[in-house]
């Protein structure tokens, strides 16, 4: 992919820096926090268009994320998924992020700074419950890992990426986007 672009490219709101105007919101957190389904709702809510990268992976690939993952193994799945974080050229967009993009820096300094990133957090019963309903989801891990080792390796960094932190275990998609839209208002 390629970085440049032509004027007749660029934004037509702001001029590409992090105004108010032009900003994104990015959603990280584990597989099953809710990040496809609150994308939708806050897109709807503030009338923003959203995506979401594990579909974008998909699309890039033409093949499901379970077939990409076993295609390319991990370490190059995750080059993948950085590669395609740092070429998104959006604003004013509801991000829904795959839970390993946090494994990147490069990918994780973009997210920040195209606008806030929330970190959606979630019960790990609640995740396994959630994860269990869509096994075709393509879960990155280590070999002889399981989830709860996974949310444990990934939560601090979840954290420390984090502008704002919103617990979906125990509110429901329509509530967390009106959380998010005050946090915007007040960011």
């Known amino acids: 992919m390629d970085h440049a672009r032509e004027k007749a490219c660029a934004p037509l709101s702001g ?53 990409l993952k076993e295609r390319l193994g991990r370490e190059e799945f995750l080059r993948c998924e950085e590669e395609l974080v740092l070429d998104l050229w959006v604003t004013r967009c509801i991000v829904a992020t795959g839970g390993s993009v946090v494994y990147s820096d490069a990918a994780m300094r973009k997210l920040q700074n195209i606008g806030p990133v929330v970190y959606l957090q979630a019960d790990p019963e609640v995740i396994s419950s959630r994860v269990a309903r869509f096994p075709e989801r393509g879960l990155i891990m280590q070999p002889g890992q ?33 959380y998010i839209a005050r946090y915007l208002e007040l960011a």
């Not at 992090?18 to 597989?31: A, E, F, H, K, Y």
């Not at 994308?39 to 959203?50: I, Q, T, V």
């Not at 979906?168 to 009106?178: E, F, I, K, L």
């Open 15 to 67: 001029n590409g820096n992090n105004s108010q105007d032009s900003r994104c919101v990015s959603l990280i957190g584990m597989p099953g926090s809710g990040k496809s389904t609150l994308a939708r709702e806050l897109s709807g809510f503030l009338g923003w268009p959203w995506l979401d990268t594990d579909h974008l992976l998909e699309a890039w690939f033409g093949v499901g994320l379970e077939t």
């Open 146 to 178: 399981n989830l709860s080792q996974v949310h444990a390796e990934r939560k601090p960094l979840y954290e420390a990426y984090a502008d704002f932190t919103l617990d979906t275990s125990q509110n429901g998609p329509r509530d967390c986007a009106q």
